[in-house]
């Protein structure tokens, strides 16, 4: 509670689980696009299906890339983040 990763507002209804949050998100912290590097995660029964969970670690500091890459408007910042986006 209180970490800067409650700066970022899901809508799981309009997820459609196709990763790109996680990939962007990999490449910011790695310079890879490696999912499992990534400060969110997107849980699912399977690619464009719905029923999608979305959830940030610890290490998520809210800097909004994740939500600037999410076409279907399931991720938001809730407030300004920390690149300003
Ligand atoms: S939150 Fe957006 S970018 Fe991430 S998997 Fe869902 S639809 Fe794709
Ligand atoms: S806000 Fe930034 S650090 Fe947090 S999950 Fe999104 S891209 Fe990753």
Redesign the pocket.
């Known amino acids: 509670m209180g970490n800067q ?1 409650k ?2 507002a899901v809508n799981s209804n309009s997820c459609v689980g196709c990763v790109t ?1 996680m990939l ?2 990999s490449y ?2 790695s310079g890879t696009y490696s999912p499992a590097l ?3 995660t997107v849980a699912g029964p399977g690619p464009l299906t719905g029923g999608f969970t979305i959830s ?1 670690l610890d ?9 600037a890459f999410c076409l279907y408007g399931a ?1 938001t910042a809730a407030e300004k ?1 920390g690149a300003g986006l």
């Open positions: 990763k700066r970022m949050c962007r998100c910011r912290f990534a400060a969110l940030f290490k998520c500091d809210g800097c909004g890339i994740c939500a991720i983040g």
